[in-house]
C-alpha cells in the first residue's frame, strides 16, 4: 500500500513525516525508515516490561493467545503520544524490528489519502493484488485449546492503529499468489518495482526493503 501511494506521488519515501492529532502535529522519521525498521523506535506503544510480558503469555499458552494486548492501547492519538516524547533524529539508527512502524505508515497512509486504512488495504488486496482469503479479522474464528495452550486469533477494532502490523489473516494459496505478484513483471502495477529496491542494510548484512529483508 506504501509503494502504492509513493508510486502515485501521494507520499514521499526519504522525507521527515508529520502526523496530525486534534490541531497538531508530531514529526515522526521518514517512510524509509519506518518501513525499514531503522527508525529508531523500540517496544511502542507497550513498554519493554509489557512487551517481554505479552511473549511470555504466548509462549505459555497464557491469556494472551486470545486476547489482543493492544487493542485499547493503540488508537491514533495513543500512538502519537508513545512517540511524542522520544526524541528521535530523522536518521539511521540500527535495525530493531518494531510493529509501532507499521501502525505509523498506516496512520500515514489515512492522512495522505483520507480514508481509514483498513479500507485501503482491502482495496488493494482485492483489486490489485486479486487475493479472495485475505482479510482482516473482527471476530475469532479459531477458538479450541492444543494440550495446554488455549488457540485463537487477536481481533482487532478498526480504529486500532497497530491493526496494521498484525490484523491480516491469509491462506496459503493467497501467499503464493503474492509472491507470484512480486516476482512478475506488471505494468498495471509499476509499485511493484517499488518494492523489490534495497532501501536499508539490516543486520548480518542482510538487505532491506519496504516490509522485507534478504540475506
Not at 511473549?55 to 486470545?66: D, H, N, P, R
Request: proline share 3%; glycine share 6%.
Amino acid at each position: 500500500l506504501v509503494a502504492k501511494l509513493l508510486d502515485k506521488g501521494i507520499l514521499n519515501l526519504t522525507e521527515v513525516q508529520s502526523l496530525e492529532d486534534n490541531g497538531e502535529y508530531v514529526n515522526i522519521p521518514s517512510i524509509q525508515r519506518l518501513a525499514t525498521h531503522t527508525s529508531g523506535f523500540t517496544y511502542q506503544p507497550l513498554t519493554r516490561i509489557q512487551n517481554l510480558a505479552m511473549f511470555a503469555s504466548v509462549l505459555t499458552g497464557g491469556k494472551a493467545c486470545v486476547d489482543n494486548p493492544f487493542v485499547g492501547k493503540s488508537s491514533k492519538t495513543q500512538m502519537l503520544d508513545s512517540v511524542r516524547t522520544i526524541k528521535n533524529n530523522n536518521e539511521d539508527h540500527p535495525f530493531y524490528y518494531s510493529n509501532i512502524n507499521y501502525a505509523l505508515l498506516a496512520l500515514l497512509c489515512e492522512q495522505a489519502v483520507g480514508t481509514p486504512y483498513v479500507e485501503q488495504m482491502m482495496s488493494l488486496i482485492e483489486s490489485d493484488l486479486e487475493l479472495t482469503d485475505t482479510n482482516f479479522k473482527f471476530e475469532n474464528v479459531m477458538l479450541g485449546n492444543s494440550g495446554k495452550h488455549r488457540q485463537g486469533n487477536w481481533c482487532w477494532n478498526v480504529e486500532e492503529s497497530m491493526i496494521a502490523s498484525g490484523g491480516l489473516y491469509s491462506t496459503a494459496a493467497d501467499l503464493r499468489k503474492f509472491l507470484t505478484f512480486h516476482f512478475n513483471e506488471s505494468r498495471d502495477h509499476p509499485f511493484v518495482d517499488i518494492m523489490k529496491i534495497k532501501h536499508a542494510t539490516g543486520p548480518k548484512a542482510y538487505d532491506m526493503g519496504l516490509g522485507w529483508k534478504l540475506q
